[in-house]
């Protein structure tokens, strides 16, 4: 150990690899190298980063030349090549300290000051006009400076005079043309069929176009029932009809709703959730079976009509006046199993009865409520909701 440059002050641990207390010889600095590393790397830490810089150590006169060539004029000590060196740059005139290994470095830099924020404006001033040149080429043309790639950019269609503000530029590489409304006009004519694919559509399910076919698959399409003769007015639209969804014929059709057979408007809780129902139906214990099944089991009210016609007149009305007094909510639709989420409201927004008298008030509006006291009159009772549709009845006058 003393032959490697450190003076023991313990005795020999017994093994090379274990740390042995001693003095550097040198410079006086106490350590605990291991006998193995003293052989391989010296005993004194100090003193082998001395040794390591003086190995990077080039002469002064080329170091000075170096960063002159750079743009810097030296004026403090040059120690290592890792050693930052007090230098001024000539071309802003600021006082800098890069080092020598940093300032050869291609693309580095030897200024951290004004020259600095030069270069990254004009990297910024590059990226901003390739970034408007990937918009051009896209068809759109920015509304506001560049603000990153993956910042919200404003911009106009080119094409349809759209202004959009959720796009970014990597969206603009990645998808190209991002405008929403050319983007819904493709979707809708990759949608739209021929009109002979369409009258044909509607001929396979008896149903027999009385206009020439509207163009798209979502507007209700007039046409008469091949069965029963029946006029639909203003008809169902071609997309429920393929997707076998309420489609068929009104009159005649197995599963969809009668507007010729009795009816009942009822009302629906979702405890769970919270949520109020409403709909219509031909047999209403199925229909409240089938909401019961899906969370809505607390039957709160419903009134008998003569005609699926007179309820329908009252049921569609009753969502835009619930909307109107602010209940905007609806269900989850992935909780409506049997669809009809859009006719739902949350009893945060509104209260039970609030929505009992906006239905009461429907049924008065539409000329109903005699007919409904007199079929009641007639059949002197209507099913208890207490009674959760069982045998047992009521009598009532109008709810």
Known sequence: MISYGMTPTEPYPGSVDEPWPGTCSRCGTPGKPTLSNAKRQGPCTPCGREKQAAALRLPLADVVRALEAKG????????????????????????????????????????DQQCKRDRISDSNRGDAQEAVAVLHANNLLPLAPYPGTDTRWPMECMLCGHVGEKTTLSAVRQLGHVCARCGRE??????????????QSMRDALLEPDAPYPGTVSVPWACTCMNCGTQLRPGPRLNDVRNGDQGGCTTCSDTSFKQ???????LVVNPQTHFIKWGKANNLQNRLAEHARQGFDQEVKWWPFPTGAEATEVEKKIRPRVRAVGATTQADRRLMRYKGHTETASLTEISIDEVITIVEHLISQAGSALDMASTISRTGSIPSPQAGLSNQTVQLGLW
């Not at 493709?186 to 949608?191: C, D, E, H, L, S």
């Open 72 to 111: 810097l004029i030296v004026i403090g000590d040059y120690q290592s090549n890792r050693e930052r060196i007090e230098s001024i740059c000539l071309r802003c005139g600021a006082l800098v300290y890069p080092t020598y290994s940093n300032a050869m470095r291609e693309g580095v830099g030897v200024c």
């Open 260 to 266: 010729t057979e009795p009816a009942h408007v009822y």
């Open 186 to 199: 493709r979707t809708t004519n990759a949608r739209r069929l021929d009109a002979l694919v369409a009258v």
